[in-house]
């Protein structure tokens, strides 16, 4: 596969140390892939589904201790707990090394190492990253098969310059002990550890260890940015495609919204929207000056519960073949999947995601679940009936407009845009969402999550946020302008006052009308609102005096979102010390002055 003496001498220490009885490389041809399918069936790793109904589909089943990201256990580790920051979990590398050697050291005894060079973007793209991964898990490789571009491809990419730069990942099994579990980033070596987990968050280490941890450091360090934001274009009856990139917090509609099927009355008047990504972005400055977005990625890892023809039609189609199913429900009547939310008819005769055999009605109706509700789908990018044919762009899309949101029933209106560049960064920095019933802990909990990157920056999130600042004095008038939504505003009686879902489309119409000069807005003490008259209701169930509530501002309400204790925007930023840059207290004190007056 190659003769990179790097690449080996890393793989032969690797081995070394896990003692795997077969190495095997990942070739990325489809009869090596076919072949692992059958070794995983014929284990009882994967079970086959019908093939009719689900071609080329799959199932698997975790252990039960084991079914979510492990954030207690996620660590960045860096030479100084500086580095890392107050919100990351650090631990100093070499007391980290030396832990996880002492688990790693015969982990694979009696098990094969499977070596996947994957490519973290289209290969041969110039922003493109390269990635090996150990595991000695065949789920692992069927996984990374899907999320990424896997094989030769990759490693002819890469060459036999010992200076090359990949990211050395490594991942065992082990026995899946959650009291030994780490998934742990060494950013200043390139280099993703995971152990005693066989989760796909956890395992699949292209997704949020490389894509997101890993990448925002090598973003900072090399002039451009790994966000956790979905890409979409939206096309217009004349054909023009515009292209937006949104951040949103878990439970805030991001996979809707990248896959969002126009209204009727859009579409009829020949609106299309085209999905590029649905979880990550990686930014650069193009030739032109511009900001250019890829998707890293080459699948979706996507929630399986409450997707549905209804909530997000073009996500189901995209699991009709091709798919890994991870702790959904069978139903084995004809050995397909069913979870809760896809429909209003649940398998009598079910295997729900432990394993028991039950009456899926009875058992629900007594408070079980048959599906896990973190129960996910792997499923090819290239499935998505509105996938854009820029997917496999190698210079990306020219973004147009930035997008945050967050769930406030109260403080966020359905739309505003900031004044500029630092104050956008400063629109996500604050970005919060409230809990909801399906979070842990009481409802209506305050979490702050910048960027939606709160658990995925690979550094100190002050300097992240300094890094933003830098990109923006780069781009200078060429910066994709900055925007907050919130779909989730409640009137008093605790009602949604937005419909939401396709009709999310009609704000962003908006944004891209603010975008390209076509239309004014109101300035206020928190950035610019629309004029009611350019958001387009036009079929909706809603008066333009309901609009007018959609998008006002109460100043006690912010004022509150600041100075509340536990959660207010300067407790938050207090925690970063001599970190902060000084541009992010500038504009708390400029919000502050305006809520005053």
Known sequence: MTKNKTVLAWIDEMAAMCKPAKITWITGEESQLEALRAEAVATGEMIKLNEEKLPGCYYHRTAENDVARVEDRTFICTPTEVEAGPINNWMAPDEMYA???????????????????????????????IGIELTDSIYVVLNMAIMTRIGDAVMKQLGDNPDAEFVK??????DVNPDE?????????????????AYGGNVLLGKKCFALRIASYLGRNQGWMAEHMLIL???NPQGEVKYICAAFPSACGKTNLAMLIPPEYLKK????????????????????????????????????????TKTNFNALESTKKGTIFTNVAINNADNTVWWEGLDKNPPVDATEWTGKKVNGPEYIAQGGKLA??????????KNCPCISDKFEDPQGVPVSAIVFGGRRAKCAPLVYQSRDWQHGTFVGAIMASETTAAAAGAVGVVRRDPMAMKPFVGYNMAQYWGHWLEMGKKLGDKAPKIFHVNWFRKDDDGNFLWPGFGDNMRVLLWILDRCDGKVDADEVAIGYVPKVDDIDITGLDMTKEQLKDLLTIDNAEWMKD??????????????????????????LDKLIANLSK
Not at 104 to 123: A, D, F, K, L, Q
Not at 181 to 197: A, C, E, G, H
């Open 169 to 174: 990942c490594l991942h065992a099994k082990k």
């Open 181 to 197: 579990r780490y998934i742990v980033q060494f950013p200043q070596d390139n280099t993703i550890w995971s152990i005693n987990s």
């Open 269 to 308: 008047k020949g609106y299309k929207v085209w999905t590029v990504g649905d979880d990550i972005s990686w930014l650069n400055i193009g030739p032109d000056g511009r900001l250019y977005a890829i998707n890293p990625e080459a699948g979706f890892f996507g929630v399986a519960p409450g997707t549905s």
């Open 372 to 381: 896990h509700p973190n129960s996910r789908f792997t499923a090819p990018a």
């Open 233 to 235: 274009g939206l096309e």
């Open 562 to 587: 600041v100075d509340d204790p536990d959660t207010g925007i300067k407790q938050y930023f207090a925690q970063f010390g001599d970190q902060l840059p000084k541009e992010m207290a500038e504009e």
């Open 99 to 129: 832990k996880l050697k002492a688990l790693y050291n015969g982990s694979m005894e009696g098990r094969e190492m499977y070596v996947i060079p994957y490519s973290m973007g289209p290969v041969g793209s110039p922003f493109s990253k």
